[in-house]
Nanobody
């Protein structure tokens, strides 16, 4: 069983930055693909970014490429989402998720992920 806890959300003005952290416990963190998803009110949960178990491969949604970066620390069992140049349309609840099946590929559909954090709110004002 893997437990995930996100932190770092908040309110920021457009153009600002936030750093989200996801702390993992239980299971074998370094064996998991880690993903970030977000869900805005009235919208489907969507893929934002992901990183393979060794950190060698990352994947990003087109809407965040060049602005968001994800990386992981397998010693601290933590994955980070650094968000720069934030836009009002980035406003959502952000979730981290663990895929314990696929080591070498980042999948972008939520149903492929086995464990989820509780989410953290990110609000970007214009």
């Amino acid at each position: 069983q893997v437990q995930l806890v996100e932190s770092g959300g908040g309110l920021v003005q457009a153009g600002g930055s936030l750093r989200l952290s996801c702390a993992a416990s239980g299971g074998t963190f370094r064996s998991n693909v880690m993903g970030w998803f977000r869900q805005a009110p009235g919208k489907e949960r969507e893929f934002v970014a992901g990183i393979t178990w060794g950190g060698g491969r990352t994947s990003y949604a087109d809407s965040v490429k060049g602005r968001f970066t994800t990386f992981r620390d397998n010693v601290k069992n933590t994955v980070i989402l650094q968000m720069n140049s934030l836009k009002p349309e980035d406003t959502a609840v952000y979730y981290c998720a663990a895929d314990v099946t696929h080591l070498y590929v980042v999948l972008t559909t939520a149903r492929e992920y086995d464990y989820w954090g509780q989410g953290t709110q990110v609000t970007v004002s214009s």
